[in-house]
């Protein structure tokens, strides 16, 4: 099979890694999850007492982050951090420290150096974050912007975290997801769509789907687009 790619952006929560992570492993493809370079970027912050808000503090660690991405696992300079980057700390610095531009040129630089190799290994890549289908993937075959309703993707949210062993209020969740969003669609380099089916995007709200019903959906939509085959 040629090589090509897929970007999936959208909100906070709107469960583009999961979807992204699933269609990975039915199309034996890459993901490549842009978000996990930002919160592992937050992580080491974290860990090293850097204020996320002190942008010289925070670019002095850029040549530190070395993210491997295998497996829908990720690693942070050989260590498994695939839990770590979610919890709390490195969940909110990742939105802070994602506005820097120096950040974004590196993180950028780095998604598609790895976007290529897959492709020309014949691999279908996956790529999933706010700027996939505008900034490191501009050519993909299809740019889906995965979205839902903001009270289920808070409650998604919170039962994330619950999973996670962190217990936090459905109104503290959703006022956290807003503002995430808020900062995502505000900021002034590569910000997430707020118009995203005038850059192209092919829109799916999946509120009431579940994931197997949103792969289905996607599968068919790369058939109509003659991207598969009716093997796949
Ligand atoms: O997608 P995920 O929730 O893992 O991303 C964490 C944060 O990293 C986002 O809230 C966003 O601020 C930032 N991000 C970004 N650009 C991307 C992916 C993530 O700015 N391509």
Do not use: C, K, W, Y
């Given at each position: 099979m040629k090589g090509f790619s897929i970007a999936i952006d959208g909100p906070v929560a709107s469960g583009k890694g999961t979807l992204a992570l699933a269609l990975a492993k039915r199309l034996d493809g890459f993901f490549l999850n842009t978000g996990a370079m930002y919160r592992s970027l937050a992580l080491l912050a974290f860990e090293k007492g850097v204020?996320?808000?002190d942008e010289e503090e925070v670019l002095k660690l850029l040549p530190l982050v070395n993210v491997d991405l295998r497996d829908g696992k990720v690693f942070l300079n050989g260590k498994d951090v695939t839990d770590e980057i979610k919890k709390p700390d490195p969940d909110k610095g990742s939105s802070i420290v994602a506005v820097y531009k120096k950040v974004r040129e590196v993180m950028v630089s780095k998604q598609q150096e790895l976007a290529s190799k897959y492709i020309e290994m014949g691999k279908v890549v996956i790529g999933e974050g706010r700027?996939?289908?505008?900034?490191?993937?501009?050519?993909?075959?299809l740019k889906i912007f995965l979205t839902a309703d903001v009270q289920i993707r808070a409650k998604r949210r919170q039962q994330l975290y619950k999973s996670k062993g962190v217990e936090k209020s459905f109104e503290e969740v959703l006022e956290e997801a807003k503002i995430r969003d808020e900062r995502d669609s505000s900021?002034?380099?590569?910000?997430?769509?707020?118009?995203p089916e005038k850059l192209g995007y092919w829109i799916l709200?999946?509120?009431?789907?579940t994931e197997e019903e949103s792969i289905n959906v996607i599968m068919d939509e790369l058939k109509r687009r003659g991207l598969l085959n009716d093997k796949n």
């Open positions: 204020d996320f808000n700027d996939a289908g505008t900034r490191v993937l501009p050519d993909a075959s900021r002034e380099i590569d910000p997430l769509p707020t118009d709200d999946n509120s009431m789907q």
